[in-house]
């Protein structure tokens, strides 16, 4: 998968942000603890969703469901300016009751939608599934058997091309003819 060097220099520091909040100084588990001080904190936390949206966008972490993993892969390619709308981006993701409140509150800000699409970018790219495959898909050998650890340095498969001939039997456009307007 492609991701911009926005994202890609986002998402580093979304990781960091989201490693910071894991554990406390005695190495004990605290991160849903620390989600939701977070979570509680989003309208003070505002101010900062243009500076440090990973800062903010830490408290929607496990908050979004993906519908159309090719979309959100185009997405990752994007630079900020080239964003769509959120209202554009309603049909590929969902929400968590508990993420959908705090999208309520956030998009009452000046900034708010540019950092809603942001941020479900940010927590699509956390997902292992976040390939060009899609969520879920596992590549096949030729040979029919399932992808085994053992089997994958063995396992010649360029997945960028799978994937993306995966989701043209879906019935989606080949990533490399995709125009990107929704």
Known sequence: ???????????????????????????????????????SQVGQLL?????????VAVAFHGGFSFANPAVMTDLA??????????QALLSSVSLEPWAAELARVVLKAAHGEHFLVVT?????????????LGEGVQPQPPDGRGV????????D???????????????FERKDRFSGDY
């Open 120 to 132: 479900a970018c940010l927590e699509f790219l956390r997902r292992p599934s976040a390939t060009s």
């Open 77 to 86: 390619a994007r630079e900020p300016e080239d964003l769509p709308a959120w």
């Open 148 to 155: 085994d650890d053992d089997d994958d340095a063995d396992l």
């Open 1 to 39: 998968m492609k991701v911009s060097p926005y994202f890609e220099e986002l998402k580093s520091a979304y990781d960091a942000e989201l490693d910071d909040l894991m554990t406390d100084s005695a190495g004990h588990d605290v991160l849903a603890r620390r989600l939701e001080a977070k979570r």
């Open 157 to 171: 498969v360029d997945l960028e091309e799978a994937g993306a001939d995966w989701l043209s039997e879906q019935g």
């Open 47 to 55: 101010p900062m969703i243009e500076c440090n949206p990973e800062m």
